[in-house]
């Protein structure tokens, strides 16, 4: 049965640039079209900024360096250098999965968004989009619905991004979004990230390492023993986030699908059972690490590695990847790897993720481009996506996904958006501007 619902909702449409989803992708484009003059407005469905990195707890950076130099640079780089300052364990010259302290991750955002004059509205779902054909035939957003506490709003714009994580804002305005892998329709595993307090620092520094790469690692016990039969594989990462404060990044689930209201739900009373059974788990393994441990808190939201992703004006492919491609129009460049978490559970294995082909392993040093193409929604004139949800096949995202590359890409986004004259497409921004302007802000690319 389906029910029809008509609404009359006030509009608000003073912004240049509206941006849906307020994680480091959304967090960078924000920020970089604020920057750059344009009236920006924020939606965020939690009620923090940093999306997985603070409501995903996600306990650390993906590397910034390609073991030769930082090449996450821009607006990332100043995000990720004001919160390790602030973390007094932490040294300068970390930049390699430097731990993230989620709350000082929340308040430097707030603080740098405030600053910039970015508008901020979170609890606000955008559930609805209002668009029709624009001069170059493609589809042109006029506004978005949010729903909020006050009830529906809408706000309109010159240009939209979609850094929802999950092409919420492509897929509302009936443009086709693509879900998981092209064979199988599968998505990675899911995590639900969580943190320990009351840890033994010093047992914690000085143990051997327990990341699933050493077959030794307690972790293996508890993937053996019938006592914990929701740790079903090895993936165990973590990283000190506060004094004796130890954040996980550990077990997995699969299938799961956020637009599936019953399946989220019984995903996240899941995640929570398995973070407590990594805390009674490990207490029995490492007592002397974590007798006394705490579960402190299991993340708000769940860690979704991937889900829909948008059809871009250029598909960024595995083989872009393997070639160590460049592009005339590149925004910036990746050098993460491949980091495929399986899409289905295998039988007999301890192993977490699927391993990469030999030609996909990078040496010190080396990268590839990231067109702005892969930001511009191919059906769309005025539709920008950056982060986790950009143009992409199922094995590459795997390498994308992470945040310094999120930030990346979203910087490029917010400039794009902001040198989009009004009413017009944002192909137009001419490539070299586009190119020169990253770079005086900072970034760095070929
Ligand atoms: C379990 C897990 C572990 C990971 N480990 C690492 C790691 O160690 N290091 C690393 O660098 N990266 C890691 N990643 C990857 C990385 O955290 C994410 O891929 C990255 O945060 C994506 O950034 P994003 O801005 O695209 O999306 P997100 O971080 O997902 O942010 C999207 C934001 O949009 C909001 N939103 C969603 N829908 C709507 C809507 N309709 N309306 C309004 N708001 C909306 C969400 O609330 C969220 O705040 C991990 C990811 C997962 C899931």
Known sequence: MTVSYNAEIPLDDSYDVVIAGGGPAGCAAALAAARHGAKTL???????????????????????????KIIYRGIGLEIFEKVRAGMPHLKETDVDWVPIDAELLKRTLDELLTAAGVDVIFNAL???????????????????????????????GNVFIDCTGDADLVGL??????????????VQSATHCFVLTNVDEHYYRAMP??????????????????????????????????????????????DVNPADPRNISRALMQGREI?????TGLKEELPEVFGSAWLAQTAPS?????????????????????????????????????????????????????????EEQYQPGESHGLPRRILQVKDGENILAAG?????????????????????????????????????????????????TLKKDGAWFG
Not at 43 to 68: F, H, I, N, Q, R
Not at 409 to 415: H, L, P, Q, T
């Open 42 to 68: 924020l939606l965020e469905s939690s009620s923090a900024l940093g999306g997985m990195g603070t409501s995903g707890l996600v306990p650390a950076w993906c590397p910034y360096s390609d073991k030769e």
């Open 126 to 156: 955008v559930t609805g989009v209002g668009a029709d054909t624009g001069p170059s035939g493609k589809k042109r957003i006029r506004y978005v619905v949010a729903a909020h506490k006050g009830g529906l709003r809408a706000w309109g």
């Open 173 to 186: 305005a009936g443009i086709e979004r693509l879900f998981g892998d092209e064979k199988t329709g599968k």
């Open 209 to 254: 390492t327990q990341h699933s790469s050493n077959p030794k690692a307690a972790v293996y016990n508890l993937v053996k023993s019938d006592k914990y039969p929701l740790i079903k594989d090895g993936h165990f990462c973590h990283g000190l986030v506060g004094p004796s404060a130890i954040g996980f990044n550990a077990g997995h689930l699969w």
């Open 275 to 279: 973070a407590h059974e990594f805390q």
């Open 302 to 358: 769940m860690g979704l590695r991937e889900t829909w992703r948008i059809i871009g004006d250029y598909t960024l492919t595995v083989k872009d990847y393997i070639e160590r491609r460049s592009f005339p129009d590149e925004i910036g460049r990746n050098c993460y790897f491949i980091d495929v978490h399986r899409t289905e559970q295998k039988k007999g294995t301890l192993e977490p993720g699927e391993a990469e082909a030999p």
């Open 388 to 436: 986790r949800n950009v143009s992409t096949d199922h094995r590459v995202l795997a390498s994308v996904r992470v945040m310094p590359v999120c930030f990346v890409m979203g910087e490029a986004a917010g400039v794009m958006a902001a040198l989009t004259g009004k009413g017009r497409d944002i192909r137009d921004v001419d490539t070299g501007k586009l190119r020169d």
